[in-house]
């Protein structure tokens, strides 16, 4: 038997029930991992509570729980020849990934392999955070001695985007609690409280910005507009997909092509870092979830399979 996180209906408070089912079993094409860890992302609840969430990404009840995985291959169908028995990695599989077992298909769905040195907890927290930080500093065209405003800097994807933009060479400002502010100090950044007032603050900590990047609501946006910052430089996840004052909305498909690898072995050799702030055993998934919801996490939540 294998056990699996399972949801029978999508509302508002949702339901988790870990229920033992039969092991799956790699298919023709298809790769069966042995989970390990299983990071969470805010996408994952919001699936899980909202229909209309749910049908965007082509979830239905019943389903499973999560996307974001790393384990072992224990199993592999016939025409695999990318993978093999033994190998480390970690990818996607939406509404599957709070298990003990996952079947995917590498050519629809993402699997990579982690490069000696990836900690499999943290890798299994990579996956949408490495590509959406990716994807917002790469759309902003942020070069070279620009200043880059990035909010919910302490979070999942903020931290990997204020590490990336250090290592293009912009000055990073990053929005955070104040508990959060000698943290984002440590990777580099300018730290300054979110919240009303915001664009005044910002003013107090530079002279000039040049790119906006909203990972939380719209409050950056706002004060990027007020600041002056041109439109299409603002860059948001979290506002839907007409954001306001013109700015881009995005988010990981448009990844610059590597990007996951490149990010995997930076945690790897130690030049990036994606902090864990706390681990769950599967049988506390509903804990996890609250503190993942609660959205005051420095960095990653996983479950522990």
């Keep these: 038997m294998s056990r699996f996180v399972q949801q029978d209906?999508?509302?508002?408070?949702?339901?988790?029930?870990?229920?033992?089912?039969?092991?799956?079993?790699?298919?023709?094409?298809?790769?069966?991992?042995?989970?390990?860890?299983?990071?969470?992302?805010?996408?994952?609840?919001?699936?899980?509570?909202?229909?209309?969430?749910?049908?965007?990404?082509?979830?239905?009840?019943?389903?499973?729980?999560?996307?974001?995985?790393?384990?072992?291959?224990?199993?592999?169908?016939?025409?695999?020849?990318?993978?093999?028995?033994?190998?480390?990695?970690?990818g996607g599989a939406r509404g599957r990934a709070a298990a003990d077992h996952v079947v995917v298909d590498p050519s629809t769905e993402r699997l990579v392999a982690a490069p000696a040195g990836l900690d499999l907890e943290v890798a299994s927290a990579l996956t949408i955070a490495g590509l959406t930080a990716d994807a917002v500093v790469t759309v902003s065209g942020l070069k070279e001695g620009e200043t880059v405003v990035v909010s919910a800097a302490a979070g999942g994807v903020g931290v990997l985007a204020v590490q990336l933009a250090k290592q293009l060479g912009a000055t990073v400002i990053g929005t955070a609690s104040e508990k959060n502010h000698d943290f984002l100090s440590e990777l580099g950044a300018i730290p300054v409280a979110y919240g009303e007032g915001l664009a005044d603050r910002l003013r107090e900590a530079t002279e000039h910005v040049d790119v906006a990047i909203d990972l939380h609501g719209t409050d950056l946006v706002e004060a990027a507009a007020e600041l002056g910052v041109a439109a299409d430089r603002i860059v948001t996840i979290a506002a839907g997909?007409?954001?306001?004052?013109?700015?881009?909305?995005?988010?990981?498909?448009?990844?610059?092509?590597?990007?996951?690898?490149?990010?995997?072995?930076?945690?790897?050799?130690?030049?990036?870092?994606?902090?864990?702030?706390?681990?769950?055993?599967?049988?506390?998934?509903?804990?996890?979830?609250?503190?993942?919801?609660?959205?005051?996490?420095?960095?990653?939540?996983?479950?522990?399979?």
């Design 241 to 305: 997909p007409n954001p306001p004052h013109g700015a881009r909305a995005t988010g990981g498909t448009e990844a610059s092509p590597g990007a996951l690898d490149r990010i995997a072995r930076g945690i790897a050799d130690e030049t990036l870092i994606l902090p864990i702030e706390a681990r769950f055993p599967i049988e506390r998934i509903d804990e996890a979830v609250a503190l993942q919801r609660s959205g005051h996490v420095r960095g990653k939540v996983v479950i522990i399979t």
């Design 9 to 90: 209906v999508i509302a508002d408070p949702f339901e988790l029930t870990l229920v033992d089912r039969p092991e799956p079993h790699a298919g023709p094409g298809q790769v069966r991992v042995r989970v390990a860890a299983a990071g969470l992302n805010p996408v994952d609840w919001k699936i899980a509570s909202n229909p209309a969430a749910a049908q965007a990404f082509g979830v239905s009840a019943p389903t499973g729980f999560g996307n974001d995985f790393a384990g072992v291959v224990d199993e592999v169908g016939d025409g695999v020849t990318d993978f093999a028995v033994g190998d480390r990695v970690f």
